[in-house]
């Protein structure tokens, strides 16, 4: 599928971002809702496939933490009378099994779990207030779905003035068309799109 249009690539011409300018010291990733409702058995809203981000996850977090890079896990937090349950099944609900993160992405002490009701992770919490407390200017954004809550945390952060990385290999979204179509997006429009090697080449 060819998805690309004379408007995007005339926005996209110059990036703004380039890993050769990447700082450790001011980047955080940004974990989106790596919660057992979407990955594991007797989920809400099982992502087929999806337990393939375990391992590339394992391999992100272990570099981050060891070059000091804040963890922040975003995790869908809902009570049962949310009125996002008027248009969705009932998922993550505050207290519950489903709503916990998956037991092979367990955070450290040094994480920050942040509930968020909405799919954004910077939309009503005070994500982007620890993020400014930290100098962070960049955020490596994780997880799941890729065309709803990676994308709007996306578009917040670039609203915010940050600087989006998206590893490809490290989302996943309800389709492979989806996919494709919102990391193009994302490239030519709010971010980079990359890779968890080139992350970790840029952060050696």
Not at 18 to 35: C, G, H, S, W
Not at 162 to 182: C, F, G, K, N
Request: with cysteine; hydrophobic share 40%; charged share 25%.
């Amino acid at each position: 599928m060819n998805s690309k249009n004379t408007f995007s690539e005339k926005q996209s011409e110059v990036s703004r971002i380039k890993l050769a300018d990447f700082i450790p010291e001011r980047t955080a990733v940004l974990v989106v809702d790596m919660v057992n409702d979407f990955f594991e058995d007797g989920g809400a809203m099982v992502l087929d496939g999806g337990k393939v981000l375990y391992e590339p996850h394992k391999t992100l977090l272990t570099k981050a933490r060891e070059s000091k890079m804040p963890v922040f896990w975003l995790n869908q937090d809902l009570a049962l009378d949310d009125s996002l349950f008027e248009t969705r099944a009932v998922h993550c609900v505050t207290g519950t099994w489903g709503a916990k993160i998956v037991d092979e992405l367990l955070p450290t002490s040094d994480d920050v779990v942040i509930s968020k009701r909405r799919y954004s992770g910077f939309f009503q919490t005070d994500l982007d207030l620890h993020l400014r407390e930290r100098n962070i200017d960049t955020v490596i954004v994780t997880g799941v779905v890729t065309n709803i809550c990676v994308r709007s945390t996306v578009h917040d952060a670039f609203f915010l003035n940050y600087r989006v990385l998206v590893p490809s290999d490290l989302v996943m979204a309800t389709s492979i068309q989806a996919q494709e179509i919102t990391l193009y997006d994302i490239d030519t429009h709010y971010g980079k799109v990359t890779n968890l090697n080139e992350i970790m080449k840029a952060i050696r």
